[in-house]
């Protein structure tokens, strides 16, 4: 993984602000959609999709890049987001995010684009899915392998009780070439998790599991870039990244509010949202 510099630090953060605004205007002309997850965690991925991540894409199919599970599919837009700004595909495209026909579905879906790793939707899979595939490269590959399986989770999608099946495995096997990142806003659809199914101490519960966790700031890219070398000089032990965000950051007047976790700004909401985003350039 590449040094990253001061310099390198503001292009991330210019880079990231583009691309919540990518997210504003996508999920306005689509008229439904998640807001509050897709903008926290924009940070985290311009750092991967920019600076972390072995991929190419212009070969999107390259057999040794690093493989993206998004399990909690609903904040897709930050995806499509960083994939079209990062040079998958036009980012004129994203303007189709939940039409009709577009490759952009609601939740990701291999079958209309079929670089994305896995389909998503069902909360509680990915994790599953990514043990699976870093088993799979254990056995093709041994101690040698050569790539990273990141897992992008949800804190409410932790209350699903696969997921906690998958951690089981994965410290049992030693998984240290699966790394997984959960969004740490504290809410959930119906409200605050800490209300509708208490998680902490969630750091505890992983290490019983034998993961070797990692706090952070998900929204400071050198502490997550530091975080992300720790995780990749850990061995023995499965990782987890808790990244700790803001509900809809960088819109000060949604930030936190579990309300915007399901619903998309309507356009005067996006224009509001827009012009204060335009202020942090």
């Given at each position: 993984?590449?040094?990253?510099?001061?310099?390198k630090?503001?292009?991330?953060?210019?880079?990231?602000?583009?691309i919540?605004?990518?997210?504003?205007?996508?999920?306005?002309e689509?008229?439904s959609?998640?807001?509050?997850?897709?903008?926290?965690?924009?940070?985290?991925?311009?750092?991967?999709?920019?600076?972390?991540?072995?991929?190419?894409?212009?070969?999107?199919s390259?057999e040794?890049?690093?493989?993206?599970?998004?399990?909690?599919g609903?904040?897709c837009?930050?995806?499509?987001?960083?994939?079209?700004?990062s040079?998958?595909?036009p980012?004129?495209?994203?303007?189709t995010l939940?039409k009709?026909?577009?490759r952009?579905?609601?939740?990701?879906?291999?079958?209309?684009?079929?670089?994305?790793?896995?389909s998503?939707?069902?909360?509680?899979?990915?994790?599953?899915?990514?043990?699976?595939?870093?088993?799979a490269d254990k056995?093709?590959?041994?101690?040698?392998?050569?790539?990273?399986?990141y897992?992008?989770?949800?804190?409410?999608?932790?209350?699903?009780?696969?997921?906690?099946e998958?951690?089981?495995?994965?410290?049992?096997?030693?998984?240290?070439?699966?790394?997984?990142?959960?969004?740490?806003?504290?809410?959930q659809?119906?409200?605050?998790?800490?209300?509708i199914?208490?998680?902490e101490?969630l750091?505890?519960k992983?290490?019983?599991?034998?993961?070797?966790?990692i706090?952070?700031s998900?929204?400071?890219?050198?502490a997550?870039?530091e975080?992300?070398?720790e995780?990749?000089?850990?061995?023995e032990?499965?990782?987890?990244?808790?990244?700790?965000t803001?509900a809809s950051?960088?819109?000060?007047?949604?930030?936190?509010?579990?309300?915007?976790?399901?619903?998309?700004?309507?356009?005067?909401?996006?224009?509001?949202?827009?012009?204060?985003?335009?202020?942090n350039?």
């Amino acid at each position: 993984m590449a040094f990253l510099s001061d310099k390198k630090i503001v292009e991330l953060k210019i880079t990231a602000n583009e691309i919540r605004k990518s997210i504003i205007r996508m999920l306005v002309e689509a008229g439904s959609g998640h807001t509050a997850g897709p903008l926290d965690m924009a940070d985290v991925f311009t750092l991967f999709y920019f600076h972390v991540l072995k991929h190419d894409p212009k070969n999107p199919s390259w057999e040794e890049r690093d493989r993206v599970v998004l399990s909690n599919g609903h904040i897709c837009p930050v995806l499509y987001a960083a994939m079209a700004h990062s040079g998958y595909f036009p980012i004129a495209e994203l303007l189709t995010l939940r039409k009709f026909g577009t490759r952009l579905q609601g939740h990701p879906h291999r079958e209309f684009m079929p670089w994305l790793e896995t389909s998503s939707g069902p909360l509680g899979e990915g994790l599953s899915q990514s043990v699976g595939m870093a088993l799979a490269d254990k056995m093709d590959y041994g101690e040698d392998t050569k790539r990273y399986i990141y897992c992008f989770l949800g804190d409410g999608e932790l209350d699903e009780g696969n997921n906690w099946e998958a951690v089981m495995l994965a410290g049992k096997n030693k998984l240290n070439n699966l790394i997984a990142i959960v969004d740490r806003n504290n809410i959930q659809i119906d409200g605050n998790t800490e209300e509708i199914m208490p998680l902490e101490p969630l750091r505890k519960k992983w290490e019983a599991f034998n993961w070797h966790v990692i706090d952070v700031s998900g929204h400071d890219f050198k502490a997550l870039n530091e975080a992300v070398e720790e995780a990749h000089r850990t061995y023995e032990q499965p990782i987890v990244i808790l990244a700790e965000t803001i509900a809809s950051k960088g819109i000060k007047e949604w930030e936190g509010d579990y309300k915007w976790h399901g619903k998309s700004p309507t356009r005067a909401e996006g224009e509001m949202a827009l012009k204060e985003l335009d202020l942090n350039k």
